[in-house]
């Protein structure tokens, strides 16, 4: 059972480092969408589709950031934290929402949506209850 201890090690060690390229890249990408934008005409404007891919890709950073905090979390406690999932969650959902085009979208889409982010906010208060200090 050691062996496949020292394994899963390897492994989430493999995938911080690649993750850390990803949002490292991500980052780079979100400077070149954010510079291009401003610098094309009329300059320094960002008009309301710009703003919308680029709050995208903000929290498409932010994901990746969550995932390696996690990851890393992984690594030092070798247990998964929950809490951090449901943030990450919460997150990729929340851009969903930002990206999501509100002339087109279907009513259920919105209402499962809803449902969604109820259900990962209620999961995600339980446990921080749970975890609060003082309780049992």
Request: net charge negative.
């Amino acid at each position: 059972m050691e062996i496949i201890g020292k394994i899963e090690r390897v492994i989430a060690i493999a995938l911080l480092i690649l993750m850390g390229i990803v949002v490292v890249s991500g980052v780079l990408e979100v400077a070149y969408v954010v510079l291009s934008d401003l610098l094309q005409p009329p300059g320094f404007f960002l008009g309301v589709d710009d703003l919308f891919d680029i709050f995208g890709l903000f929290l498409m950073v932010l994901i990746g950031l969550e995932l390696m905090t996690s990851i890393k979390m992984y690594l030092d406690d070798n247990m998964i934290h929950a809490e951090i999932m449901f943030l990450v969650a919460l997150t990729a959902v929340a851009r969903k929402v930002v990206i999501l085009d509100a002339k087109t979208i279907e009513p259920m889409t919105v209402f499962s949506i809803a449902a969604l982010v109820i259900a990962l906010s209620g999961g995600y208060y339980f446990i921080k209850k749970k975890n609060a200090p003082g309780a049992g």
